[in-house]
């Protein structure tokens, strides 16, 4: 049940986190008293706009404080889950620690921007080194699970390609691009690419067993023609690899 505030009551609200379940909390309540509910809060918060610049600086005061600390538990626990559990980061967690960092002195005043000049730096300055740890582990684990994934259909070789693609050109984005990543990449696309004509390839093999060698010709002639179109789509304008029929 969402409780009832008398007009001014802004008990609870210490930070932007509890104004924003103040107001979904209203959010769920029909018009009539949601609308009074809205009054109360409207009114408690002009008080606080007129209470003069005393009360300004302590806000801003609590607010970069909050703010720093919110930065640094995400990168504690991002650092936390790179050594216990590296599979379970997710795009997510960066995309929330880089959200936070840039927020740490939105919406504060300079007086406190310079007064926590030092903690801010510091809290971003960790931040990038946990974001950048981060981004490394995820990506090369998305490239290693698209070099194991299972292809069975045209769009899992499509999947491939494109998780692939995204890895690589952020981590060249990033500077953090090795040659030894690069190539798993491309591992993982030839693979991908070698799909269709690897199922020529085995049904050559069983024409070729039940004494259909005019078939079986045929199927490895076909199978090089599909590796030729999907290595293109794989590797754009570059020359195509041989087909190595004793690989699968």
Same mark, same amino acid.
């Given at each position: 049940?969402?409780? #009832?505030?008398?007009?001014?009551?802004?008990?609870?609200?210490?930070?932007?986190?509890?104004?924003?379940?103040?107001?979904?909390? &209203?959010?769920?309540?029909?018009?009539?008293?949601?609308?009074?509910?809205?009054?109360?809060?409207?009114?408690?918060?002009? +008080?606080?706009?007129?209470?003069?610049? +005393?009360? $300004? @600086?302590?806000?801003? $005061?609590?607010?970069?404080?909050?703010?720093?600390?919110?930065?640094?538990?995400?990168?504690?626990?991002? @650092?936390?889950?790179?050594?216990?559990?590296?599979?379970?980061?997710?795009?997510?967690?960066?995309?929330?620690?880089?959200?936070?960092?840039?927020?740490?002195?939105?919406?504060?005043?300079?007086?406190?921007?310079? *007064?926590?000049?030092?903690?801010?730096?510091?809290?971003?300055?960790?931040?990038? +080194?946990?974001?950048?740890?981060?981004?490394?582990?995820?990506?090369?684990?998305?490239? @290693?699970?698209?070099?194991?994934?299972? &292809?069975?259909?045209?769009?899992?070789?499509? *999947?491939?390609?494109?998780?692939?693609?995204?890895?690589?050109?952020?981590?060249?984005?990033?500077?953090?691009?090795?040659?030894?990543?690069?190539?798993?990449? %491309?591992?993982?696309? $030839?693979?991908?690419? %070698?799909?269709?004509?690897? *199922?020529?390839?085995?049904?050559?093999?069983? #024409?070729?067993?039940?004494?259909?060698?005019?078939?079986?010709?045929?199927?490895?002639? +076909?199978?090089?023609?599909?590796?030729?179109?999907?290595?293109?789509?794989?590797?754009?304008?570059?020359?195509?690899?041989?087909?190595?029929?004793?690989?699968?």
């Amino acid at each position: 049940m969402t409780p #009832s505030y008398r007009r001014g009551d802004l008990s609870g609200l210490t930070d932007l986190p509890s104004w924003l379940t103040r107001i979904r909390e &209203i959010a769920t309540l029909p018009d009539a008293e949601a609308l009074q509910q809205l009054d109360a809060l409207l009114w408690g918060a002009f +008080e606080i706009a007129g209470a003069g610049p +005393e009360a $300004e @600086r302590d806000w801003d $005061e609590a607010l970069v404080q909050e703010q720093i600390q919110r930065v640094r538990s995400i990168s504690e626990r991002l @650092r936390d889950t790179l050594q216990r559990r590296p599979q379970d980061l997710t795009l997510q967690d960066l995309d929330q620690l880089q959200r936070e960092t840039g927020q740490i002195d939105f919406n504060v005043s300079r007086e406190h921007v310079q *007064k926590h000049a030092q903690a801010i730096a510091a809290a971003k300055a960790e931040a990038r +080194e946990v974001a950048t740890q981060v981004e490394l582990v995820y990506l090369t684990a998305r490239i @290693r699970d698209a070099g194991s994934l299972l &292809i069975a259909t045209a769009a899992a070789v499509l *999947k491939v390609y494109g998780t692939v693609n995204r890895a690589l050109e952020a981590l060249q984005r990033s500077g953090q691009l090795t040659p030894g990543l690069e190539a798993e990449g %491309r591992a993982a696309k $030839e693979r991908a690419a %070698r799909f269709r004509a690897q *199922k020529k390839l085995d049904e050559a093999e069983v #024409s070729e067993a039940g004494g259909n060698a005019k078939k079986a010709t045929r199927l490895r002639a +076909e199978a090089g023609v599909v590796w030729a179109q999907d290595f293109a789509k794989a590797f754009p304008g570059a020359p195509v690899a041989t087909l190595d029929e004793h690989r699968s």
